[in-house]
């Protein structure tokens, strides 16, 4: 089904063809339609248009409402103040257009794809081999997800990374530990969780440290494993390739609480660009983007200081010839642009880097490896802080582990969810799985209903109250409907434009036909915090709908009908919407 045309998109029009009969010379200029409290909509683009025509704004504005038809899309027109136009949208046209968003097959409830999609390489969730996930992993994989779903719902060509750390010097000590003690992780995959399995890892991390700080004998073996490592020896690798996949299990563990996919194919960690560092440092220095000083390869940028005033360079190789995180986001950029193809670079990563890829995003232009083809950006996010405004860390300081936090939102969660449990008749199996959801919901929405740049605080009371702006609130909005609608008898859904719409009515009607417009914007923008914005803004209106307008208690068979269209469309809605921002919506709670 083609995309439906939406409420907004059609006053516009009549009002451009009203405007340019006015005044031929505005036929390309924008009314700037906006929702309004006043009227459904209101248009504020007369007053500039008038002055540049050096005409007298309410006269103009008086002139266009003269050659506006009311009637199908547009009930009525006033002119206020001093030339803003304040429209009210038909209540047919209301209906009719959620009726074409209701009947699109597709299931896309009418949106229209990106009208110029591209390919973006978007990187996110970057755990660390060898080491768990903590509360610092929580946003990058969260809002990478998001991003991911938001536009490839836009028709964007999206290819996922997961620029894992796995690489560098401390895979020498660990490798040299375990090819001297080559039964510590002597175990099959399929025999042990991903827990178990990075908790092994860390404790031969400790211990192997430990021998590293107590034995000179072991630190020089551990040493000469590192370049071993790096020159590709077979042994050395096949042991590293062991710590990958442990790791792996782990990563993958996590990620399934998050209840997000990440696929094996899409991780590509440092490791993976090892064969182009000394490549990308050749094209750096003869192209003069890089020079040598003090035998480091740095480049050095004007307006970029340090505090004393001096310039801080981005050292891509050192001066004992190793390379730095520098020349792997380099290499990482020449594979993304020249080998997938990437018109976007997407990096969601940690607001603290943003001096580090403003170094690296400016040295691959210079390079000509960033044109104005293809656009790169970091997608910074803020730090997770405790209810106490500070960093988050468990009562011993540690930094929290993920796992950990996901178990404890589940629990919460499954509590709130038990509660209410024999009232809607949920299984057992019911409320556990209907408690992950509204767990994982919670912790994922709290993240992502606020601005990224932004820190928050981690409440997980708050975030699993079924009152203010929760993922539960929604969750429950949605569920509330599916039980009208399993209660509904032989009634069922369907748009009748003949009946008059009652306020609560038109306001939840606006509202969804601003769903597509939304998607679009929140994808372009790269803000997933607008869409969590629009759909409590949806479920708070679905609470008025329902205080106000009784559904299957409505005056006529035809108003039960078009109350129980309405409410399904606000389910199908909350639905999707919830779906991009990667949070699941239970039939029953």
């Known amino acids: 089904m083609a995309s439906v045309t939406s409420l907004r998109d059609s006053v516009q029009q009549h009002l451009a063809s009203a405007l340019s009969a006015a005044l031929p ?6 009314p700037l339609l906006r929702r309004s409290d006043r009227a459904d909509y209101q248009a504020n683009g007369i007053l500039a248009l008038a002055k540049k025509a050096k005409a007298n704004p309410r006269e103009l504005a008086t002139q266009v409402v003269s050659g506006i038809t009311t009637g199908d899309v547009i009930a009525d027109v006033e002119v206020s103040g001093p030339g803003f136009l304040n429209i009210t949208v038909a209540d047919k046209a209301i209906t009719e257009n959620l009726a074409a968003r209701y009947a699109d097959d597709t299931g896309r409830l009418g949106v229209p794809y990106a009208a ?27 809002i990478g997800d998001a991003m991911v779903r938001l536009l490839e719902f836009t028709g964007e060509n999206v290819v996922r990374r997961h620029h894992i750390g796995d690489w560098g010097t401390q895979f020498g000590m660990l490798i040299q530990y375990l ?14 969780s991903g827990e178990e399995a990075m908790s092994n890892l860390d404790r031969l991390y400790k211990t192997a440290r430990k021998l590293f700080d107590s034995d000179e ?5 551990a040493r000469r494993r590192v370049v071993d490592l790096q020159a590709g020896d077979p042994k050395t690798l096949a042991i590293w390739q062991k710590f990958v996949d442990e790791s792996k299990i782990y990563f993958f563990s996590v990620f399934d609480k998050l209840d997000m996919e990440v696929r094996d194919p899409d991780i590509v960690g440092e490791s993976g660009y090892n064969d182009m560092l000394a490549e990308t440092c050749r094209l750096l220095e003869e192209s003069g983007v890089a020079v040598r000083s003090e035998g480091a390869l740095c480049v050095f940028f004007d307006d970029i200081k340090g505090p004393e005033g001096n310039p801080v360079p981005l050292i891509v190789q050192k001066s004992d010839g190793g390379y730095g995180y520098a020349a792997t986001d380099l290499s990482a950029i020449r594979d993304r642009v020249f080998n997938l193809k990437a018109s976007t670079l997407l990096y969601v990563v940690d607001a603290r880097q943003a001096l580090h890829f403003r170094m690296v995003f400016q040295t691959a232009r210079r390079a000509g490896w960033l044109n104005d083809d293809v656009t790169a950006v970091q997608l910074a996010f803020g730090t997770v802080l405790g209810k106490d405004g500070k960093p988050f860390k468990t009562r011993e300081g540690e930094t929290v582990k993920l796992e950990n936090l996901l178990d404890e939102a589940v629990e919460r969660a499954t509590a709130v969810v038990r509660e209410k449990a024999e009232k809607v008749g949920l299984t057992e199996d019911e409320i556990v799985e209907n408690g992950r959801y509204v767990g994982v919901g919670a912790v994922k929405y709290a993240d992502l209903s606020t601005s990224a740049v932004r820190d928050y605080k981690f409440d997980l009371d708050q975030m699993v109250s079924l009152n203010g702006d929760t993922s539960v609130y929604l969750q429950y909005a949605y569920a509330r409907i599916q039980s009208i609608l399993r209660k509904a008898g032989e009634a069922r859904p369907a748009a009748h434009p003949e009946l008059a719409l009652a306020p609560a009515e038109r306001a939840l009607g606006l509202h969804l036909d601003q769903f597509a417009e939304t998607v679009l914007e929140v994808a372009a923008a790269r ?60 039939g029953k709670l």
């Not at 010379?25 to 924008?30: L, N, S, T």
């Not at 004998?217 to 073996?221: A, D, G, L, S």
Request: hydrophobic share 40%; proline share 6%.
């Open 25 to 30: 010379e505005a036929a390309d200029a924008d």
């Open 527 to 586: 803000e997933p915090h607008k869409m969590a914005a629009y759909l409590y803004q949806l479920a708070s209106l679905l609470t008025s709908f329902y205080d106000q307008c009784p559904v299957l208690k409505a005056d006529s068979p035809a108003q039960v009908e078009n109350r129980l269209f309405l409410v399904d469309l606000t389910a199908r809605t909350l639905h999707e919407g919830m779906a991009l921002l990667g949070i699941r919506t239970p």
């Open 116 to 142: 110029h999609p591209g390919t973006t390489v978007i990187d996110y969730a970057q755990p660390n081999v060898a080491k768990e996930m903590h509360v610092g992993h929580l946003r990058s994989a969260v």
């Open 179 to 192: 090819d001297e003690h080559p039964h510590e992780l002597d175990h099959k995959e399929s025999e042990v």
């Open 217 to 221: 004998e072991f630190k020089t073996r």
